[in-house]
């Protein structure tokens, strides 16, 4: 989602103005969780305004129109998202040019054109929303490190680009004598630091599902080894918990063009699948142990999930993204409210993509699951009860 201008609202005390291009038909659910109704909207529409004598000579031209929001339709699978309102005065107190206030007018939402939102109660969810929305990284689940001796690009990759967080540059003596080696490898020492630091600092390890650390020759190597050093040097568990998720590949540069490279590489393929999906992988491995411990800790089926999800006794949070992503809006908004009270309890969710290996795994289990934080022993005996007197 574009967030082309916004400012605070003239017309509602508590609200804001909001210039939006949605993308794609998950920026047109948010925006179907976004607008509510009495919410205003302002778009171009093109509309009949003058007609001929003999009826038949028509003027059609592009006219901006207000409405406040009275209901929507949407449908996820067509990429569907259209707002009936009444026609309602500007901030200056003026009507819509050649539309008379109180018209009713519906709109349709568009990837093609912007549109102007004045939303009357953003709040903290609205805000939550919006940031996940526009922010490009926050739906990166893969990051790269590309080098060559000198030289590196701390990256984070998303669906359409590839973004640059930091560039670190060091230059090297050359080795000419024996005071140039022990300069040489002293900056050399200081130019993986800034690496580690860099990665530190920029990358969000619950987030991330894979890093990818390439280079020509065995710099990418010597990187690896120097971040899990570093890591066990500072007890750094974010690193040292999630090593399987670094992979270590070859490209002939140490510039951007290096992630295309291995990106393309069909050798890398299955690694990358593989190294991506490994978080996902290890939590199912987790959960499966604790099913055939029958520790009590691993449930699985939605009313199960659901009744834990009551007692706020669930630690991780399994759900296939056919049902996270779900195009029938009941079912989606069902889950994304689990969802949402499980990680304010301090609990995780872990989406598992139906296309690798353990999500197919969890598609099978009903493709909903849990670990609890504690043995609920007893957690499906309602549920038995219940069907026997059925």
């Not at 490009?136 to 990051?143: I, P, Q, R, Y």
Request: glycine share 4%.
């Amino acid at each position: 989602m574009k967030l082309l201008n916004k400012s605070s609202s003239l017309k509602f005390k508590d609200g804001v103005s909001l210039q939006l291009q949605p993308e794609d038909k998950e920026d047109l659910f948010t925006l179907y969780q976004l607008i509510d109704q009495d919410d205003e909207l302002i778009f171009k529409k093109r509309f009949t305004t003058t007609v001929d004598v003999d009826k038949k000579k028509k003027t059609t031209d592009m006219v901006k129109l207000r409405i406040q929001v009275v209901s929507r339709e949407f449908d996820m699978k067509d990429e569907f998202l259209r707002y009936k309102g009444s026609t309602v005065e500007d901030d200056t107190g003026k009507t819509n040019c050649n539309i008379a206030a109180g018209k009713f007018i519906s709109y349709t939402i568009t990837y093609a054109y912007p549109f102007t939102l004045l939303k009357k109660n953003f709040d903290s969810y609205a805000k939550k929303l919006l940031d996940e929305a526009c922010n490009l990284e926050a739906k990166a689940d893969t990051a790269a490190i590309v080098l060559q001796e000198g030289v590196a690009h701390v990256c984070i990759l998303t669906a359409s680009s590839t973004i640059l967080k930091q560039k670190i540059e060091y230059s090297l003596p050359k080795k000419k004598t024996t005071t140039d080696i022990v300069k040489f490898d002293e900056k050399t020492e200081k130019f993986y630091k800034a690496i580690y630091a860099s990665i530190v600092k920029n990358y969000d390890f619950n987030k991330l599902k894979m890093i990818i650390l390439c280079s020509p020759g065995f710099y990418a190597k010597t990187l690896h080894e120097k971040i899990m050093q570093y890591a066990i040097q500072e007890q750094n568990r974010n690193i040292l918990d999630n090593e399987s998720m670094f992979l270590v590949a070859h490209s002939s540069t140490g510039y951007m063009q290096g992630i295309t490279e291995v990106l393309k590489n069909p050798i890398y393929a299955n690694k990358l699948q593989d190294t991506k999906y490994s978080h996902e992988a290890n939590v199912m491995d987790s959960f499966m142990k604790h099913l055939n411990e029958d520790d009590y800790k691993a449930w699985y089926g939605e009313q199960e999930v659901f009744k834990a999800a009551e007692l706020g006794a669930i630690d991780e949070l399994l759900i296939t993204d056919l049902l996270a992503r779900s195009p029938d809006l009941c079912q989606r908004k069902k889950y994304m409210d689990l969802m949402k009270s499980i990680e304010s309890l301090g609990g995780k969710v872990i989406i598992f993509s139906t296309l690798h290996i353990s999500g197919e795994e969890l598609d099978r289990l009903t493709g909903i699951a849990c670990i609890l934080k504690y043995p609920i022993p007893e957690l499906d005996e309602d549920l038995d009860y219940e069907e026997e007197n059925e």
